[in-house]
Nanobody, 121 residues
Framework: QAQLVESGGGLVQPGGSLRLSCAAS????????MGWYRQAPGKQRELVAT???????AYADAVKGRFTISRDNAKNTVYLQMSSLKPEDTAVYYC???????????????WGQGTQVTVSS
């Protein structure tokens, strides 16, 4: 069974930086798009950034210029480098990926367990 395991959340002061990591493990054939979403208290989950298997990226307007998504295909890992953090970035951040269980299967949507990011002085 495949799974996504996140790490790197925590408490940071406004203007600070954090790096999130998410590794896919278990049994799967390939990964296509990987991404990060976030959900603040009382709000819906929203897209933060995505990256394709060939490195094409997309960002939410709220994080453009401050966050950078990247991936290491050899390690089946996606990263989110967050800089110039603001209190409004406070949320639970979730990793997301499309994983193909076998050569002939379809891609299934997987979520990580979430990691808390708190931006506060």
């Amino acid at each position: 069974q495949a799974q996504l395991v996140e790490s790197g959340g925590g408490l940071v002061q406004p203007g600070g930086s954090l790096r999130l990591s998410c590794a896919a493990s278990g049994s799967f054939f390939s990964i296509n798009v990987m991404g990060w979403y976030r959900q603040a208290p009382g709000k819906q989950r929203e897209l933060v950034a995505t990256i394709t298997s060939v490195g094409s990226t997309a960002y939410a307007d709220a994080v453009k210029g401050r966050f950078t998504i990247s991936r290491d295909n050899a390690k089946n890992t996606v990263y989110l480098q967050m800089s110039s953090l603001k209190p409004e970035d406070t949320a639970v951040y979730y990793c997301n990926a499309g994983l193909k269980p076998s050569r002939w299967g379809n891609f299934d949507n997987y979520w990580g367990q979430g990691t808390q990011v708190t931006v506060s002085s």
